[in-house]
């Protein structure tokens, strides 16, 4: 049963424009959801998170935007550049419970110069 | 460099063989969790550790694996008979329980190949 899950295996973006990544969840205790980036060979980089209890958090170029009634959350990148091109995990947990972060399968975001 | 390292960064084995990877946290973080991940997939949690207690273990880790966290500082996990469908990333993380959200910093991964 995936409890997280990133319908879009690819996405492709000219540079300067908005990338948003999108993820569904079926877990209602999930709590905090987080977007990790991950470039080929290595490990994920955490990018940015965001608890339930808020709808939107922004640093710099990277929002997160989160539905709870839709079970819902996007990664908006704006301008998008070349370098952020790597697969983008989404991931969630319960906090006070099981500590465990359960992930997405991920997106390969590819942008174009 | 204070992030997560993992050694090896890659080991090849042959089916049967046992094969252990270590992971060092970053230094004031007291969480350590091991991760699996394989091809198309996103991570799989494994096992994690609060200090050096053991408090949770996933039904992906079978009796052929054994994690050890022993002076709640480096951690090592043990794979006994290695089977082909072991093959895969394997990551650590580690985070530092507390005020906030637990944010886990992954390591580089060590990928296992078993021939």
């Known amino acids: 049963d995936q409890q997280v899950k990133q319908n879009s295996p690819s996405l492709s973006v000219q540079e300067g424009r908005i990338s948003i990544l999108n993820c569904d969840y079926t877990?209602?205790?999930?709590?905090?959801f987080l977007w990790y980036k991950k470039y080929p060979a290595e490990g994920p980089t955490f990018l940015i998170s965001i608890s339930s209890i808020k709808d939107k958090n922004e640093d710099g170029r990277f929002t997160v935007f989160l539905n709870k009634s839709a079970k819902h959350l996007s990664l908006h990148i704006v301008p998008s550049q070349p370098g952020d091109s790597a697969v983008y995990f989404c991931?969630?947990?319960?906090?006070?419970?099981?500590?465990?972060?359960?992930f997405g399968k991920g997106t390969k975001l590819t942008v174009n110069p | 460099d204070t992030g997560v390292s993992q050694n090896p960064r890659h080991k090849i084995t042959k089916r049967g063989q046992n094969v252990t990877f270590r992971c060092d946290p970053i230094s004031e973080h007291n969480r350590l969790y091991w991760y699996r991940q394989t091809l198309g997939q996103g991570p799989e949690f494994l096992t994690y550790f609060q200090n050096e207690a053991q408090l949770e273990k996933s039904r992906l880790l079978s009796d052929r694996f054994s994690a050890e966290r022993p002076k709640g500082s480096f951690s090592t996990l043990e794979i006994q008979r290695t089977e082909q469908g072991d093959s895969a990333m394997y990551l650590c993380?580690?985070?530092?329980?507390?005020?906030?959200?637990?944010?886990?910093?992954f390591g580089p991964g060590t990928r296992l190949t078993v021939l």
């Open positions: 993380a580690s985070s530092l329980a507390g005020a906030g959200i637990d944010t886990q910093y």
């Open positions: 877990n209602s205790m999930f709590d905090y």
């Open positions: 991931a969630a947990l319960t906090q006070g419970g099981s500590e465990k972060l359960v």
